[in-house]
C-alpha cells in the first residue's frame, strides 16, 4: 500500500514548506485543486516538478469536460497523475484515458458521489485507471468503511484503487484489509503540529 498526502488551500510558499518535510515519507503528492486553481498549472504543478524532480505529483485538477485538453495541459506541466470526475461523461474519461495512454503516464477517476452501478460500468471501462473512493471531506469520515466496503465490491477487476476522505491511522487496517492501492491523508498530517513525524507513522502503518 502507499501513501497520497494531499496538500490544498493554503499558499505556494507553505506547500512548498510541507514538500520539503514529507517528501521522503509520501510516495505521491497530490497538489490540490485550490492550490492549481489559485496559482495556475504552471506556479503549482510546474514549479514543484521543477524543485522537486524526483516526486511523484497527482494534479487534483477535477476534470469534467475539455478531458483531452486539460490533461495534456497538466501533463505537460510535469504532472504524473491528473485526475478526472466519476460522473464525466464516458467520453471525456475516454478522451482522458486516450491522452493518458499517449504520454505514459497514469490517472485517477474521483469517484466522489458517483452511485454503486455507475462505479461497476466506470471499472469495466477503464481497468487501467486509478479509481479512487471518495468521502466528502464535509462527512469527516463518517461513513468511510461503508463506502470502500461497498465500492471495492464493484470495481472488481481495477487494479488500483485509492481511498480519500477522513483516512486516519485507526482506518489505515481496514483500507489494507479491502485491498486498498493508495490511501489518501490530508490533514491529519498537513495539519499536524510535526508534520514529518506524522507522515512517517502513516507510511509505517501503510507499509506494514
Do not use: W
Request: charged share 30%.
Amino acid at each position: 500500500m502507499k501513501l497520497q498526502v494531499a496538500i490544498d488551500r493554503t499558499d505556494l510558499e507553505t506547500a512548498e514548506a510541507m514538500i520539503e518535510e514529507i517528501k521522503e515519507a509520501a510516495d505521491i503528492i497530490e497538489i490540490g485543486t485550490s492550490l492549481i486553481k489559485d496559482y495556475g498549472l504552471d506556479r503549482s504543478v510546474a514549479y514543484f516538478r521543477k524543485r522537486f524532480p524526483e516526486q511523484c505529483f497527482l494534479a487534483d485538477i477535477k476534470t469534467c469536460d475539455e478531458g483531452a485538453y486539460e490533461f495534456r495541459k497538466t501533463y505537460e506541466a510535469g504532472g504524473d497523475i491528473p485526475t478526472v470526475m466519476g460522473f464525466s461523461s464516458v467520453t471525456t474519461i475516454r478522451a482522458c484515458a486516450d491522452v493518458a495512454r499517449e504520454f505514459g503516464k497514469e490517472y485517477m477517476i474521483d469517484l466522489l458521489e458517483v452511485p454503486a452501478e455507475r462505479i461497476r460500468v466506470l471499472g469495466e471501462a477503464f481497468p487501467e485507471a486509478v479509481f479512487c473512493i471518495h468521502l466528502p471531506s464535509d462527512r469527516q469520515g463518517e461513513g468511510l468503511a461503508e463506502l470502500v466496503r461497498s465500492s471495492v465490491r464493484e470495481l472488481s477487476g481495477v487494479r488500483k484503487i485509492a481511498a480519500a476522505g477522513g483516512v486516519t491511522l485507526d482506518t489505515v487496517p481496514l483500507l489494507k484489509e479491502c485491498g486498498i492501492e493508495i490511501g489518501i491523508v490530508g490533514s491529519a498530517i498537513t495539519k499536524s503540529g510535526n508534520k514529518r513525524e506524522t507522515a512517517a507513522r502513516f507510511a509505517g502503518a501503510v507499509r506494514m
